[in-house]
């Protein structure tokens, strides 16, 4: 149960986290004329961090 | 090459596919094997969340607005996160109140209400049938465009098709009667529909594969990868601008709004809550459903930018709708399997929805809606023994065909207008309206009934304001200029800018003003009164569902029941069958042989309105089992009261589970003390014993000499020297013995007089070696010395000091062999302080004896061949000495290559020890 409810906090801090990383002012960070491996930077930026989140939420839950 | 018939027959088959795989997943279920008790299943129908809106909508989106399309699912993938307090919640509140909606959830939790059971379940229909109506447009446009196939044509009107030719009507009435096969097929307590759902999870994966081929298709076939893909569209000044925040109005603002909007949205939408709360079969499917909903979201999005740019290059400059691009690029590469594939993909990705969809709002109508009414108007009293559920699975086979033709009714109205192309967003914006009641209801005891029903009816009136009406108003269906000018003028009552707020896109500021309205008047309103004994009641069992030991629903009722009037009442409802059978389940888990022995109490009365809640909800089972049942009403008093008690008795338990983890605790720790104590009873014991010994020895031997002196007057004058030389020796060994364990207990309990004063390392150990070089000499040891010119100097006791040097001195002596040993002193400044080393090239320890050398009485060497040479106290004295001034003393040896015994004390710690002899 106590272990229960450290995933619940660490679920609601990814949630935070994931919240802050996509939205403004940090979004505004990566809207640039740039490109990352053959991508524009603002699509790599938050398709990562998408990915990142569910990655870190598999591994909150299943570790 | 794709006539109507072609794609008609494909259609067909994949709707009888469904039936087959739904037809399955029920015998599966009733055979007791369910093949949908297992968490990817369960996420998969979570995916029912993706539907043709994703499936197509997105690429129209993002073709328009780059990364707008984004947030309706970013929004999702981070509330999920949330989920593992609130959806479980939820999940629990639902099963042990026998939730079958969301208007269920809210009529119950504020007092099993009919009025707002009616008004959720008003919202939930007028909010969701346009969104039923885009799937079919969208189904309806793609069976188009494939018949023209291989051109590309957009479907210019679609009310050009008489409507029973209409392939999308028939294909709307299919939907309908699979929902009603396997979405009616008895009216059950639990409201679960395992056929359903695995068809939903298997239209799941289909709509996924067939998108994710599309989007490999597009990007790696037509074009070269990503990097070909994103660098040919950068060149294209128009495309420039979607690769950045901003564009097609997708600011900031727009896109925290819509992040919420999806949050609630995923939580709140009819057909979300049915495959989330009510077909979940167990809570524990929810673990891995929190990453896994979120990446089959990440994983059908992945290839919506390629193909929106891919479709905006290749189309440029032809008025190809966006929204086609995934249908219309494998088409203008003339592969029509692949075409017919996407069709059936969209097909699939609409039917979910619809059927899920249909299947829920079916049910509130049903129980929330029609119930009532029929309640209120006494027609279910009148008559009498009649089975009824036949005529309450009418009702929902009725509602289920009249939603989906209203739904396409809708479609054919609003064709092309705007008034169904925006609708996605409306939709949601309308069942957000949901999350002040629910979430409040889950963790706020303070609502009450009329805050709910301010609340939504506040928000829903603002939403009809702010987003509905003026999707009507651009489709032409309304006078367009109260959009411009306000309502009768009044430019602070422009729906789009209300009170004068600008900087919000429309959706944005619908959405703010609606939730301010919706949220501030379900708390002003809840707080203007104390809930009453029904709110209070079950805000308790919903808030506290968590609780063990909470007030079961059995609690808050008295009265007189018979179970003569109950049965018959549940068997109208689900079926004289099915109602004996649940009735001696219950009677079993009580412990009674029989149904007809139940005692008719609080507990049969709570299951048999349970019961019917599962099948007509909460509120009309309250009024139906309170039509055969004498009830006597609680107040509000006595409900807190039992409330109170059954709180104090949990508190109590708490407690004295507590005080019993305490005692618990308290007596690890009473069994450990006493082992201490044990161990050092024992070893004081021990040190009796060798103290007791080692006086023996040499007392032996003086009294043996003294006896021989005082027997034997003849014994010779050498012999009596001797003797007495023997005897002097052995006493002063007595006193050395004696003086060293009282300077041991002194030590060891802190009494020892300590003289502390400014000392020389280096004098000391010349001191030391200048008192054993009489031993060296005697035995030939030669002594090699390795002092630093200068060192600090320390605060210590300075004969404490020479005594420990002696002892390693004289140690070291006394183990290296007669004529070859070697002794080195070295002293070196270290940065933990000065540290003193002793080498002896003597016979070394083994690492057992390493440690029991600093053992009292324990002697290096064999002690049980060799005479002793020593009191076995010396090094256990120098430890404490140096261990007094914060250093360390130890010993590093191999058997065969000699002992370093070294010592380490600190610089300036020494200063800080109190000097004890004052």
């Not at chain 2, 506290?544 to 409802?573: E, N, T, Y």
């Not at chain 2, 309105?609 to 009024?623: D, F, K, N």
Request: glycine share 10%; with cysteine.
């Amino acid at each position: 149960m106590i272990k229960a409810t450290l995933t619940g906090q660490r679920l609601v801090a990814l949630f935070l986290l994931g919240w802050v990383l996509v939205n403004y002012p940090i979004l505004s960070v990566f809207d640039v004329d740039r490109v990352w491996l053959g991508i524009p930077a603002i699509y790599l930026y938050v398709f990562g961090v998408w990915a990142a989140v569910i990655a870190l939420m598999a591994w909150i839950i299943e570790r | 090459m794709l006539t109507g018939t072609t794609i008609g027959f494909a259609s067909f088959l994949y709707l009888l596919l469904l039936f087959a795989v739904a037809y399955f997943g029920d015998k599966r279920a009733d055979a007791g094997r369910s093949i949908i008790a297992n968490p990817t299943i369960y996420a998969l129908s979570l995916a029912v969340f993706c539907t043709t809106w994703t499936y197509y909508g997105s690429v129209g989106r993002a073709a328009s607005s780059g990364l707008g399309f984004v947030p309706i699912f970013l929004g999702p993938t981070l509330v999920v996160a949330l989920w593992w307090f609130v959806m479980l919640k939820m999940v629990r509140i639902g099963k042990a109140n026998r939730i079958t909606s969301i208007a269920d959830f809210i009529a119950s939790r504020y007092g099993k209400s009919h009025l707002l059971g009616g008004l959720v379940t008003v919202i939930a229909v007028l909010g969701v049938i346009p969104y039923i109506a885009l799937q079919l447009k969208a189904v309806s446009s793609s069976f188009t465009i494939l018949t023209f196939y291989p051109a590309i044509v957009m479907p210019a009107k679609v009310d050009s098709v008489p409507w029973l030719a209409d392939t999308t009507l028939y294909i709307a009435l299919i939907m309908a009667a699979f929902t009603i096969l396997f979405g009616t097929r008895h009216l059950d307590a639990t409201e679960r529909h395992e056929g359903l759902v695995a068809a939903v999870a298997f239209e799941s994966v289909v709509k996924l594969v067939i998108f994710m081929a599309v989007g490999l298709y597009v990007t790696f076939g037509i074009f070269d990868g990503f990097g070909d893909l994103f660098s040919r569209a950068a060149q294209h000044a128009d495309l420039q601008g979607l690769m950045h925040m901003g564009a097609g109005g997708n600011g900031y603002g727009n896109w925290f709004a819509l992040t919420l909007l999806s949050m609630l949205a995923v939580m709140f939408l009819p057909r979300q809550f049915q495959v989330a709360v009510v077909e979940n079969v167990n809570e524990n499917h929810l673990r891995r459903a929190i990453w896994l909903f979120p990446l089959y979201l990440l994983l059908i999005n992945i290839f919506v930018l390629p193909i929106a740019l891919g479709g905006q290059m290749l189309f440029a400059g032809q008025s190809v709708d966006a929204d086609t691009f995934v249908l219309t690029l494998p088409m203008a590469h003339g592969h029509g399997w692949l075409a017919l594939l996407v069709f059936i993909g969209g097909l699939s990705a609409a039917s979910g929805m619809v059927i899920v969809e249909t299947i829920a709002l079916s049910t509130m109508v049903c129980n929330d809606l029609v119930m009532p009414l029929l309640l209120r108007y006494r027609w279910l009293a009148l008559q009498g023994q009649e089975d009824l559920s036949g005529v309450l699975l009418g009702i929902r086979r009725g509602a289920i065909v009249l939603i989906l033709l209203l739904g396409y009714l809708y479609f054919r109205l609003a064709g092309e207008a705007h008034a169904l192309v925006s609708i996605g967003l409306i939709s949601f914006a309308a069942v957000a309206q949901f999350a002040p009641a629910m979430l409040g209801g889950m963790y706020w005891r303070g609502g009450t009934r009329s805050g709910a029903l301010a609340g939504l009816s506040g928000g829903f009136a603002v939403w009809l304001y702010t987003l509905l009406l003026p999707s009507f108003a651009k489709s032409g269906w309304l006078p367009g200029d109260f959009l411009q000018n306000g309502l009768w003028g009044f430019e602070l009552l422009r729906p789009q800018e209300l009170f004068g707020l600008q900087g919000l896109d429309p959706m944005a500021n619908g959405l703010f003003w609606s939730l301010l309205a919706n949220i501030g008047g379900y708390i002003c309103v809840s707080l203007m009164r104390r809930p009453n004994a029904a709110e209070a009641g079950q805000a308790t069992l919903f808030v506290d569902v968590f609780k063990q030991g909470g007030p079961s629903g059995g609690a808050l009722w008295r009265g007189s029941a018979q179970v003569g009037d109950l049965l018959p009442l549940i068997g109208r409802i689900i079926g004289p069958e099915r109602a004996r059978s649940v009735f001696a389940d219950y009677a079993r888990s009580r412990g009674v042989a029989s149904v007809d022995v139940l005692p008719a109490d609080a507990g049969l009365v709570h299951f048999a309105e349970a019961t019917l809640a599962g099948a007509i909800g909460s509120a009309s089972a309250r009024v139906m089992v309170a039509s055969v049942v004498k009830e006597e009403p609680l107040g509000l008093d006595e409900v807190m009261n039992i409330l109170d008690e059954a709180s104090q008795v949990r508190a109590y338990s708490k407690r004295l589970e507590e005080k019993s983890l305490e005692l618990e605790a308290a007596t690890r720790e009473l069994r450990g003390a006493n082992d201490r104590l044990k161990e050092l009873d024992r070893l004081k014991d021990d040190f009796m014993s060798s103290v007791t010994h080692e006086l023996r020895t040499p007392l032996t031997s003086i009294r043996a000499f003294s006896e021989m002196l005082l027997e034997d007057p003849k014994i010779d004058l050498e012999d009596r020297k001797r003797f007495l030389g023997i005897i002097v020796s052995e006493t002063e060994r007595l006193t050395r013995l004696v003086n060293q364990v009282l300077d041991m207990a002194k030590i060891e309990s802190g009494h020892a007089e300590w003289h502390n004063g400014e000392i020389n390392l280096v004098e000391i150990i010349e001191q030391a070696v200048a008192s054993t070089s009489q031993l060296f000499k005697d035995k030939g040891v030669a002594l090699e010395m390795n002092l630093p010119a200068s060192v600090p100097t320390l605060l210590a006791d300075r004969d404490r000091l020479v005594q420990v040097m002696l002892n390693l001195l004289s140690n070291a002596v006394k183990f290296v062999e007669r004529g070859k040993g070697r002794v080195a002193v070295t002293l070196a400044q270290t940065a933990e302080g000065m540290r003193v080393d002793v080498r002896d090239n003597g016979p070394g320890l083994t690492p057992e004896e390493q440690l029991i050398v600093f053992e009292k009485f324990r002697q290096g060497g064999n002690t049980m061949t060799d005479k002793p040479q020593g009191t076995g106290l010396g090094l256990p004295i120098s430890r404490q000495i140096v261990e007094h001034y914060g250093g360390r003393l130890w010993v590093e040896s191999a058997p065969g290559e000699g002992a370093t015994f070294s010592f380490l004390m600190p610089c300036g710690k020494s200063a800080e020890t109190p000097d004890e002899a004052g």
